[in-house]
């Protein structure tokens, strides 16, 4: 069966450090990947999405992926955290074939020390 | 703002009783989706609707339904409601092509004592 894993329930790290999520998934072909992000009693905001082509994608608020089809590995990346990056940070897995159910992780929290 | 309207925000029911959930989806997309989010089961998809038709079923319990109007707005009916059905529930909206980007509403959260 499809799935999503984000091995980190937590991660911590000081403004200004770089951010490194890890999201792997289980999948036959090359899905659609995204990484979304939830701030406290808000919903879900799309950060990026990679569908193919450049492995290396750009988004929102200075974040980026990789796709890494040889790891099955879609972790999204930040050079230098900000306070209001604390959120916590979802990734999803589309199916590309047949009916397009979304699959999420189980999320990632992300407190940033000042 | 999402564009992506849901109501109510809050909801407290009882067991056994049954509710109903309101999506707005932003202007000019096609599609809705429905989300439960809960500590134990995270984020779970349970069904879609494209212009009014049921498109994909994920994890939707048979107390659950759904339906997309002609205006195609979006409502989750859930009945014989349990404990365990308290949970925040999202909407999102989608347009005509399945590489759109999904906007997710600010949920309803449904508390059943």
Request: with cysteine; charged share 15%; proline share 4%.
């Amino acid at each position: 069966a499809q799935s999503v894993t984000q091995p980190d329930i937590h991660i911590t790290v000081s403004e200004g450090a770089s951010l490194e999520l890890r999201c792997n998934y289980s999948y036959g072909a090359t899905p659609y990947l995204f990484w979304y992000v939830q701030s406290p009693g808000q919903g879900l905001q799309l950060l990026l999405k990679y569908f193919s082509g450049d492995t290396l994608v750009q988004g929102i608020k200075g974040f980026e992926a990789e796709f890494k089809r040889s790891q099955s590995s879609f972790n999204l990346r930040k050079p230098s955290v900000h306070w209001s990056d604390a959120a916590e940070y979802f990734c999803a897995v589309v199916h590309t074939s047949g009916t397009y159910k979304y699959i999420f992780g189980t999320g990632t929290r992300l407190k940033v020390l000042a | 703002d999402s564009g992506v309207t849901q109501t109510p925000k809050h909801l407290i029911t009882a067991t056994g009783q049954r509710v109903t959930l309101r999506c707005s989806p932003r202007s000019g997309d096609l599609s809705v989706y429905w989300y439960q989010q809960s500590l134990d089961q995270g984020l779970q998809f349970l069904i879609q609707y494209y212009n009014g038709e049921e498109r994909a079923k994920g994890n939707i319990l048979e107390r659950f339904s759904a339906q997309q109007f002609p205006d195609l707005h979006s409502e989750l009916n859930l009945s014989s409601l349990e404990l365990g059905d308290s949970a925040l529930y999202f909407c999102a909206s989608q347009g005509a092509l399945s590489t759109d980007t999904q906007y997710f509403g600010p949920g309803t959260r449904l508390t059943v004592l």
